[in-house]
């Protein structure tokens, strides 16, 4: 393995379309830092089940063993929606997801200023907010086992699944969000429903724990729906959330819409040796694929925690994150964070990926 393989997994509908123009961000980075990066391409989602007849082929699971860091689109639309859950698209990127135990997933929701109109809140409770969601990848309700449907003997159908976390796994994704805190403004809220779950009941009391190798870190704790309540009533109160699986997939599409936007929110999902996943927190979009429509800037930003967390290079992530906060505040938008204003342009998915290299140009001589 070279230090620098990135495996780009496009996936499907908008897929494609956001992650070429991100590629278009690592080729330019790679040129302005004369960096050794090589990029390679797989299939995943409804593109693999198409052409090789699973959504996460053995050949992208070696592709992905062998690379530092994954860029992936999105996965799923309707062309797949009749198919068995075990078959679907999404099973791709949760075998992905848990075969390379990509258990720690940041999403960080920050508003970018200019952008603070083209949320559904009011901008006076959204200014300056800077939040990360840290949620537990590879376990919880999505991964426990027993599951499924099955006829019970009234003969009725019965659906279940089981909500389970050992020790270790919350104690390792405890200690990332602790970490992490320490990095930021040191407050970390963790969400639960422990006056219901004892999976959570557990989940509290080994944040409580591990809360003793971090004393300088404030821990507080919430239950979900709260928290739900919180995040678009008071959202500025939180710092970092660390939550389970399927709660942080709530509450992370909610924060998104804080932003303005989810066309704006990256995401990174780490194993214990800083390879990652790196994801926009959309969708695939099956209404806008092909339109050219598509907001790049969440890819791209993944691409900007990529460099960061995958290949330890903060410089070159910083300067993509400059690059996409000022092509916002010269009044370029796509069309889901376009409010018509005089001051604003509103681009295709090709141009914003441009705009946002010319920027990186200017930045780096
Ligand atoms: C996400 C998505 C996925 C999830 C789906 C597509 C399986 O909603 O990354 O938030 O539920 O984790
Ligand atoms: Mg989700």
């Known amino acids: 393995m070279t230090s620098n393989n990135i495996l780009v997994l496009p996936g499907d509908n908008i897929g494609p379309e956001i992650t070429s123009e991100a590629v278009k961000v690592i080729n330019q980075v790679k040129q302005s830092f004369n960096l050794d990066v090589n990029v390679a391409y797989g299939v995943i989602g409804g593109e693999a089940i198409d052409n090789f007849g699973h959504p996460c082929p053995i050949e992208t699971i070696n592709l992905a063993k062998s690379s530092k860091a994954i860029l992936l689109g999105a996965v799923g639309g309707p062309k797949w929606d009749s198919l068995e859950l075990v078959s679907r698209p999404e099973q791709g990127l949760l075998k992905i997801r848990k075969e390379l135990d990509f258990y720690a997933n940041l999403r960080p929701a920050c508003i970018f200023d200019d952008l603070s109109n083209s949320s559904s809140l009011k901008s006076e409770i959204l200014e300056g907010l800077d939040l990360l969601i840290v949620r537990e990848l590879v376990s919880g309700i999505y991964f426990g086992e027993p599951r499924g449907i099955f006829t019970n003997d009234a003969g009725d159908r019965e659906g279940f699944n089981t909500y389970r976390y050992s020790e270790p796994e919350i104690r390792r994704i405890a200690k990332i969000a602790f970490k992490l805190s320490m990095q930021r403004n040191k407050k970390l809220c963790s969400v639960d429903k422990s006056n219901v779950l004892e999976v959570t009941r ?57 932003t303005g936007s989810i066309g704006m929110l990256p995401s990174a999902s780490l194993n214990s040796d800083n390879r990652g996943l790196y994801e926009p927190c959309h969708g695939s979009a099956p209404d806008i694929a092909g339109k050219g429509i598509a907001n790049p800037l969440a890819t791209i930003l993944s691409v900007a925690m990529l460099f960061r967390h995958s290949l330890a290079l903060e410089d070159a992530a910083k300067v993509i994150e400059l690059s996409v906060k000022e092509v916002l505040s010269e009044g370029y938008r796509t069309v889901d964070i376009f409010t018509n204003s005089i001051e604003e342009k509103c681009l295709s998915t090709i141009e914003m990926g441009d705009m946002v290299i010319k920027k990186i140009k200017e930045l780096v001589h």
């Open 202 to 258: 557990l989940w509290r009391e080994i944040l409580i724990d591990e809360s003793e190798n971090f004393p300088e870190v404030a821990l507080t704790h919430m239950y979900v729906d709260n928290a739900a309540m919180q995040l678009i009533s008071n959202p500025r109160q939180f710092d970092v959330i660390v939550t389970g699986n399927m709660f942080g997939d709530i509450l992370s599409d909610i924060s998104a819409m804080l």
